[in-house]
């Protein structure tokens, strides 16, 4: 039977059936974007203290992917004048790569976000934190299938306090962040861990660079992180500094190393403050009180009493242990490690690389193949 004839075979109810799966298809195609807009919108109305509204969602049934844009989150009362998050777009698609190696799962890329964490608009105000809403589900809601990638881009931080004068923005911009292998899959990766990078400039330019690996499906807390941020001008932060210590700096960096590792929130590690040709107090520009010139003078002095006089550097290094719900500061080891900065040897502006991450499973280890839980049991054996 030829073509012709077997098209003419099918008849007009066919024809008409395939002209309405058409237009409802159509139809569908329109109607969807502003469906997914209301139920987004209306989950957003629905947070605890917080309110969001997204504008516009576009679909690219092309590519597996829809766009949420321009998201804005805040909180329910008015007195805070810059919005929780801000955020351009929101790029949520099938992850192709994954795809053709069998796995059915979704990246996420965050393009130009903004989140302002703020102290209050005045002593009574509260506090903008974030803190009584789980955002990492929010996120996850808005995906119908799992996350294995995970990607911010072009993006800022800022902290702020409208409770001193002049208002405080410390902030950090220029931010990248990309966590893979979220699904926490062998199918998808070598290993049973999910890798992070984090980037950014500080202020006026500090580097900040964030490496790590974490367990995603551990509540209690599985991970390991280095972080580095180097020679943040004191200058730039002069009015928290201000805000908080009541000093200007008239010059010098800080620069800050850290590395911690937990398993099933039990955690190691420390944190490395250091402060590098650090000026004060220049009495040549001084009109302060003599109060506040007096307090700059102290501190200025007691950071030149105890700074390496070699390398012109005030340090410690500040261990802590214990659980992430009840971490503990050991203050003898810091004033140990602050001295010996000063008066033996100066402390290495870099990470020490003392803590590790296991290959177990994706357990945390320090020392080699050694849990934290068999650390310190070898360390209650040796006290006794």
């Known amino acids: 039977m030829k073509f012709k004839d077997r098209i003419k075979k099918l008849g007009k109810g066919f024809w008409i059936s395939m002209g309405v799966l058409v237009v409802l298809i159509i139809a569908i195609r329109i109607a969807l974007p502003f469906i997914l807009l209301n139920v987004i919108n209306k989950k957003l109305a629905d947070l605890d203290g917080y309110t969001g509204h997204v504008d516009d969602i576009d679909l690219n049934l092309y590519r597996g992917a829809y766009v949420i844009k321009d998201l804005t989150v805040k909180t329910v009362t008015d007195s805070i004048p810059v919005p929780f998050v801000d955020l351009k777009s929101m790029d949520i698609s099938v992850e192709w790569k994954a795809l053709l190696q069998g796995s059915f799962v979704a990246e996420v890329i965050l393009d130009e976000l903004r989140v302002n964490f703020v102290a209050g608009t005045s002593k009574a105000d509260p506090k903008q934190t974030g803190e009584g809403v789980d955002w990492r589900q929010q996120v996850i809601d808005l995906v119908p299938i799992k996350i294995n990638r995970f990607e911010v881009m072009n993006s800022e931080i800022h902290y702020s306090d409208f409770t001193v004068e002049p208002a405080l923005d410390v902030y950090m911009d ?4 990309l966590v893979t292998n979220l699904t926490n899959s062998t199918d998808l990766s070598e290993t049973m861990v999910s890798d992070l990078v984090v980037s950014a400039a500080v202020m006026s330019g500090a580097p900040l660079n964030i490496k790590g690996k974490l367990d995603p499906f551990d509540s209690l807390g599985t991970f ?8 943040l001008p004191l200058v730039d932060i002069n009015n928290f500094l201000d805000a908080y210590a009541k000093i200007d700096a008239e010059g010098g960096t800080f620069s800050l190393y850290a590395e911690a590792a937990a398993e099933k929130g039990e955690f190691e590690g420390y944190i490395k403050p250091l402060l590098h040709d650090v000026d004060i107090l220049d009495l040549r520009k001084e009109d302060d009180p003599f109060l506040r010139t007096a307090w700059e003078g102290l501190v200025g002095l007691t950071v030149n009493i105890f700074q390496n006089q070699k390398k ?16 503990k500061f050991k203050i003898w ?5 602050l001295l010996r900065n000063g008066f033996i040897q100066a402390l290495n502006p870099d990470i020490e690389g003392t803590i590790t991450f296991g290959e177990n499973g994706g357990a945390t280890t320090v020392d080699g193949d050694k849990s934290f839980r068999e650390r310190r049991k070898e360390r209650r054996k040796n006290k006794k």
């Open 174 to 177: 220029e931010l990248y962040v």
């Open 224 to 231: 390991n992180f280095d972080l580095e941020l180097d020679k």
């Open 312 to 327: 012109d550097q005030f340090a410690t290094q500040i261990p802590m242990s214990g659980n992430l719900q009840n971490p």
């Open 333 to 337: 080891d810091t004033v140990v490690s």
